[in-house]
């Protein structure tokens, strides 16, 4: 049973005895003790949040800084979903075999990040070309991928890399390539069917789940 119990008072909107949101400086009505010697005291939401240990029941509604997920966040009882993406803004020549070349990077705040990288590559060359890709930080690797592409010039494809990453602090992530032979192409542009796709190409894209 929990110590206080609240009672929205004052705008919450949706006609008597409904409430659709509250805001952290909405002053609200606290019965305490319930369920000992109840009684009543004004209090607002953070200072109900504080004694019960950053827990306070919100409605979910509201718009801004008055949604559950928002309210939830700033009293420390949960995060907001942050989504976040980048894409290559130019081609990216890879001139040596064997050696990891960057596409495109995303700065990220601590936390445990979901991420999906797409890297479009061409091979310029009439050998086969094996790639490999990864999602790292330039020195931890979080996730990697490997493909081929056929011995003919030109030929294109993706390749797809997921990771989690568990982020004691900030850091920027990027989605990197290496190939077996010198001189082939990250791309930032789809090669066909382009318009309005400039620098949609190769991009990355992180969730945050905690």
Known sequence: MPENILIPKGGGGGGSGTVTSV???????VVTNPTTTPSLQLASLSTIAANEGGTV?????????????????????????????????????????????????????????????????????????????KIWDGTTPYGAAYTSLSAATNTDGDIVIAAVA????????KASVASTSGGDTLKATPRGNNTGLTNLGSGIFALRVA
């Open 23 to 29: 805001a952290s400086g909405d002053t609200s009505i």
């Open 57 to 133: 029941p919100i409605a979910n509604g509201g718009t801004g800084s008055t949604t559950a997920a928002a309210a939830l966040t700033a009293l420390g009882a949960g995060i907001a979903n942050t989504v976040q993406s980048a894409y290559l803004t130019g081609d990216v020549t890879m001139t040596n075999a064997n050696t990891f070349y960057d596409g495109p990077a995303l700065t990220l705040v601590a936390g445990t990040w979901l991420l999906l990288a797409v890297v479009q590559i061409v091979n310029n060359g009439a050998t086969v070309d094996n790639y490999t890709g």
């Open 166 to 173: 568990v982020l004691a602090s900030g850091a920027t992530l």
